[in-house]
């Protein structure tokens, strides 16, 4: 089945510093791709999506490319900030079965540091 | 433009006794709804979701039930909670037809003592 693997948190940067976090999935054909972050005591904000190969999500700061060679989708950003401290969720949109379901990763702690 | 609503935000309730979270979407119609579980430290663990009234599909068993009375209207029932109930609950909508998106309330936490 569906399955998204992510790095295994918590990462601890200083602020400015450049954030990757890693996302590798495994299903069948072609998914969307999403990241998904969540501040502290919230629920799951979009912040990012790619719909086909090659795509580059990009929002805030943060950018992600679907590399379907790689089955990848790592997400970055070249200057972190205090602010950006939050759990990330890396998904993909199962290609089966109906409702549009969503398959997470566990997630990714980030804490930003001054 | 839409929100979604989840309440209690925060319940604490104990072994045995029932549970009933709401969630409400408004400024759509026709969603897709869904629950899922977020154990401390964990993943998000989707448990029922919905692509109309009364339509409802479950993706793990568990003590949980969910019911869709109303279009916009998803609610997450126990008869009994069990300890291992302490969980985030967290609901979620997206576009019936071309919904990828989800979007998600912000969450009720649950205490099972």
């Known amino acids: 089945g569906d399955s998204v693997t992510q790095m295994e948190g918590p990462v601890t940067l200083s602020e400015e510093a450049f954030l990757t976090i890693n996302c590798t999935y495994t299903a069948t054909g072609y998914p969307s791709l999403f990241w998904y972050v969540q501040y502290p005591g919230e629920g799951l904000q979009l912040l990012l999506k790619?719909?086909?190969?090659?795509d580059k999500g990009s929002n805030k700061g943060f950018e992600a490319t679907y590399r379907k060679e790689t089955t990848s989708f790592h997400l970055e950003k070249g200057s972190v900030q205090v602010s950006d401290s939050a759990v990330y969720f890396c998904a993909l949109k199962r290609l089966t079965g109906g409702g549009n379901k969503l398959t997470f990763g566990t997630g990714t702690q980030l804490k930003v540091e001054l | 433009s839409q929100t979604i609503h989840q309440w209690p935000a925060t319940l604490v309730q104990p072994v045995g006794s029932p549970l009933s979270l709401e969630c409400t979407v408004e400024g759509t119609s026709n969603p897709n709804l869904y629950w899922y579980r977020q154990a401390a430290g964990r993943g998000l663990q989707l448990l029922f979701y919905s692509v109309g009234i009364g339509q409802i599909s479950s993706e793990v068993p568990q003590n949980l039930s969910a019911s869709r009375p109303q279009d916009r209207q998803f609610i997450l029932s126990s008869k009994k909670l069990l300890l291992s109930d302490s969980s985030f609950y967290l609901c979620a909508w997206s576009y019936a037809a071309s919904g990828e998106t989800q979007y998600f309330g912000p969450g009720t936490r649950l205490l099972v003592l």
């Open positions: 790619a719909t086909k190969a090659d």
